[in-house]
């Protein structure tokens, strides 16, 4: 059935008063997890602190992580299904007598290629007080969350003003997930670290303004700080 007769059909039986049932659409999801705890929101329920569709917010703490904001956007507000976008940006405060770590996810799926390959740049950029680490991943499942394809990998930042980007072309046809993940390690007393990360299709050279304002405040930062050791 092609789109015309699959349009006209759902049009006939609304006005025939017949209930239609429609496959539901993807929703976008936050995944913090530290130590034993872990908390997941979804677009929508009970702890996601925005209304708007395609913008996800979580603004409290978590094991040794007393303060957390985290705020993650994607379609239908950023990008389309076939010009995916994830934007997350991210603080995250700890206060322990020990070392700690937290993993920052943010996934969404319903994504689509016409194939053989997409190529989607990586950004992430600003400052951290531990270190952290940045990967992107994309799913044939479709399933948030999932990891099966490796997008792109920061490697570990060292404490400090921080800036990343790459641009890979990956096999990809069909529906697919795209996750986000940050890895942070703090140590003991009172530490925090903060990041805007984005992956999106662009093109080579070109990123979001959201993505360019990150990386800019992470040049300042930098900047700032060595002005003020002079």
Known sequence: MNKISKFAAIGLLT???????????????????????SVTIEDGDANDERAEAGVVAYGQGIGDFFLTSSIGITKPVLGSPNAPSLDLLSVQVSASSSTSSIVVEFSDSDFFADGPTVSLPSLIGETANGTLRYQTFASLSNDEFAKDILISDSGVFQPGAFA???????????????????????????????????????????????????????????????????
Not at 27 to 34: A, F, G
Request: glycine share 8%.
């Open 15 to 37: 006005l025939s008063g017949i209930s239609l049932a429609l496959p539901a659409h993807a929703i976008p999801s936050l995944r913090l997890t530290t130590g034993g705890a």
């Open 164 to 230: 990343f980007q790459d641009y890979a072309t990956i096999a990809l046809a069909g529906e697919y997930s795209l996750t986000a993940v940050i890895t942070i390690t703090h140590g003991a007393s009172i530490v925090n670290s903060s990041f805007n990360a984005t992956v999106e299709i662009a093109e080579p050279g070109l990123i979001s303004m959201i993505s360019l304002s990150g990386l800019l405040f992470a040049a300042g930062i930098s900047t700032r700080r060595r002005q003020n050791r002079r």
